[in-house]
């Protein structure tokens, strides 16, 4: 499994095809529209607010096998059904019925790669506005190529997915996919999934955040001077936005993770704890500042979400004081806390979520104790668009072959000066960490 950006990620020369899906006229009620789809959304019709994941299928799939595939996926997940209108300044969600589909030629331009193609695709057809905001695309690879099997990507507008959701798509199109080919009814045996509309509904429900959990979020954003927390190291001139730099690192490879993990327990914490505290130590010794960054959690927060498909991401906010892993712990476990209530009614005072230029934000994700489980055979690659920013966020990514990290920020000399030299630094301190001896249990 590779994280990666889509000027970076492996896609082999080939015919490129994509399934553009005819739907009906809006049908049915008004949907509710989630705090975060909202800011999404709000921000107006653009390309490059997809994300995507790619694989490779067997050799000699069939296209139309691909398709009927990928319209039983669709029947299961409700939020690949609707699509988003605007009435001023008020989002719209609407039911949408998909009536068939079309499988178009994508030749590109003399020279382009095919990941140029995908993102020119995926640029055009997953839009916040578009009906729907998703597309399906296949890499099929030219004759006399080395390894024959196509590669398979889909994308969508952020809107719509997250990068559990992009698992759960991949894990319910390959099984449906071997269905079709068996002749079995695409996606019987796969477990429910209910809509990602009707968790926004429940969300709205719950009774307000407790006073506590009100007042610890002011704490951090009026430490901020009322804004989500900024990156604490310049980053140049962001009076506008500016072309976004990606890299990726790999920082620890499966045998360090499990080291480092085993440093962890010995700690008395977890994994993403003792790497909190790394990224804490770092800050203070490079900017004297505690680590205070914007930190999703998801929110499945019910076994019937596990198979869904939306943005089951909320914000949330970390801030950890000192580098003591057991400080980390507590950290993040308050970040849960504080990311577990709807933010609507807790961000109010501030206008919404305050963002600010140089917003500093850090994504933990570990994929194998997701639910979700794919053959590392399909050689998944996470993709990222291309954006302007003036943001810096941080990911980091476990899976079986260990830790990696994808970073964006403003392209300016001083922001890839100074968040290289941040990233440097973190990616030595987790090292560390992975190498520092753990006794061996007592008899």
């Known amino acids: 499994m ?13 015919r490129v095809r994509s399934y553009a899906l005819r739907v009906a006229e809006l049908s049915g009620p008004e949907l509710p529209v989630s705090f975060d789809q909202g800011r999404h959304v709000g921000g107006g019709d653009r390309s490059g607010s997809w994300m995507s994941i790619a694989f490779r ?3 000699g799939l069939d296209a139309d096998d691909l398709a009927a595939a990928w319209h039983a996926v669709i029947a299961r997940h409700g939020t690949l059904r609707t699509v988003f209108t605007a009435d001023g300044d008020h989002l719209r969600l609407h039911g949408i019925e998909v009536t068939g589909g079309d499988w178009e030629e994508h030749p590109g331009a003399p020279g382009a790669l095919t990941r140029d193609v995908a993102r020119s695709v995926f640029d055009a057809t997953c839009r916040p506005f578009a009906r729907p905001s998703y597309r399906l695309l296949m890499v099929e690879p030219d ?53 990602f509309a009707e968790h ?45 730099a990606v890299a990726v690192r790999d920082v620890l490879d499966a045998p360090e993770m499990e080291a480092f993990t085993a440093h962890a327990k010995h700690l008395g914490v977890g994994a993403a704890a003792l790497a909190m505290s790394c990224l804490a130590a770092v800050t203070r010794e490079l900017a004297g500042a505690p680590l205070r960054a914007v930190f999703p959690v ?21 801030e950890c004081a000192d580098a003591e892993p057991a400080t980390s712990a507590t950290a993040l476990r308050q970040a ?12 109010e005072p ?48 476990v899976n ?16 890839l000066a100074n968040v290289g030299r941040w990233v440097d630094a973190v990616s030595a301190a987790l090292r560390t960490s992975a190498a520092a001896p753990v006794p061996e249990p007592q008899a």
């Open 2 to 14: 590779r994280l990666t950006n889509v000027t970076q990620m492996a896609l082999p020369a080939g």
């Open 57 to 59: 299928a067997a050799p």
């Open 143 to 195: 004759e006399g190529a080395d390894d024959q099997r196509p590669a398979v990507m889909v994308g969508s507008d952020h809107a719509h997915v997250d990068m559990w959701s992009l698992l759960a798509l991949v894990r319910d199109l390959v099984v449906c996919l071997e269905d079709v080919h068996d002749g079995r009814a695409p996606g019987a045996g796969l477990p429910a999934a209910d809509a």
């Open 200 to 244: 926004t509904a429940l969300l709205a429900q719950r009774p307000p955040a407790p006073a506590a959990v009100t007042a610890r979020w002011a704490e951090i954003l009026d430490a901020e001077g009322g804004r989500m927390p900024v990156f604490p190291l310049p980053l140049g001139d962001l009076t506008q936005l500016r072309p976004a």
């Open 298 to 318: 998801h929110s499945r927060y019910e076994q019937r979400w596990q198979d869904s498909v939306g943005w089951f991401i909320t914000n949330s906010v970390l």
């Open 336 to 347: 849960m806390t504080l990311g577990s209530h709807p933010l609507g009614p807790i961000l």
């Open 350 to 397: 501030y206008g919404g979520m305050p963002v600010a230029p140089g917003m500093f934000a850090l994504s933990w994700l570990d994929t194998r104790r997701l639910p979700v489980s794919l053959d590392p055979a399909l050689e998944i690659q996470y993709v990222s668009s291309v954006i302007e920013s003036d943001d810096v966020m941080v990911w980091f990514i």
């Open 400 to 415: 079986e072959r260990g830790l990696h990290l994808r970073y964006r920020c403003p392209d300016t000399p001083e922001a």
